[in-house]
């Protein structure tokens, strides 16, 4: 079945700091990847997705790129700030043309410090 | 952009009392919707998939009879902890596909979360 793996966390940083977040999934057929990040009390919110190979998705910063040759999507952020300190979610969705479940990662928390 | 709410955000219930949960979508309608438990520290867990005029379908290892779903409605999905124990005590959030907003096909909007607590 459908796995995302993610670098254990917790990952924690100074501010202004180069982020990388790992993320790797196992799935057939061609999947929509997806980072959600989720900031303490909060529920989950999309922060960028890529639906096919060689999409770069962006937001606030953040970058991921959908690799298929190595089944990839890592994220990355150039400078971090304190208020990035959050609980990032790489997630994958199979191509069903319906919607479908989304298969999580175990999650990676971030601490950015001053 | 497409909201999704639920409620309530946070309940405390005594053991063997039933906790209903709403969530609902604000701006678009969803013919499906998701469930999900977290516990602490740990990913979410998909429960089940709600769709719109019909019965839910259950992750295996969900009980279906202590978990009611019931999606009556294009934007109303409610979950149901009946006779709840403190081993239900976790963080519920539901989610609702977002293809209805033609701009996010396969796309899953997430409700802020409900915390409930069983004593």
């Known amino acids: 079945g459908d796995s995302v793996t993610q670098m254990e966390g917790p990952v924690t940083l100074s501010e202004e700091a180069f982020l990388t977040i790992n993320c790797t999934y196992t799935a057939t057929g061609y999947p929509s990847l997806f980072w959600y990040v989720q900031y303490p009390g909060e529920g989950l919110q999309l922060l960028l997705k890529?639906?096919?190979?060689?999409d770069k998705g962006s937001n606030k910063g953040f970058e991921a790129t959908y690799r298929k040759e190595t089944t990839s999507f890592h994220l990355e952020k150039g400078s971090v700030q304190v208020s990035d300190s959050a609980v990032y979610f790489c997630a994958l969705s199979p191509w069903t043309g319906t919607a479908s479940k989304l298969t999580f990662g175990t999650g990676t928390r971030l601490q950015v410090t001053l | 952009g497409a909201v999704v709410s639920q409620h309530p955000s946070w309940v405390i219930c005594k053991s063997g009392t039933s906790v209903k949960i709403e969530c609902r979508s604000l701006d678009f309608q969803a013919t499906t919707m998701f469930w999900y438990r977290q516990f602490p520290k740990q990913s979410l867990m998909l429960m089940a998939t709600?769709?719109?005029?019909?019965?839910?379908?259950?992750e295996q290892g969900v009980e279906k009879d202590k978990f009611l779903i019931n999606h009556a409605s294009l934007t109303l999905s409610t979950l149901t902890v009946t006779s709840a124990h403190p081993e239900d005590s976790s963080f519920y959030i539901c989610?609702?596909?977002?293809?209805?907003?033609?701009?996010?096909?396969?796309?899953?909007?997430f409700g802020p979360g409900t915390r409930l607590t069983v004593l």
């Open positions: 890529a639906t096919k190979a060689d």
């Open positions: 989610s609702a596909d977002g293809t209805g907003t033609l701009s996010s096909y396969n796309e899953q909007f």
């Open positions: 709600s769709n719109e005029g019909s019965k839910a379908t259950y």
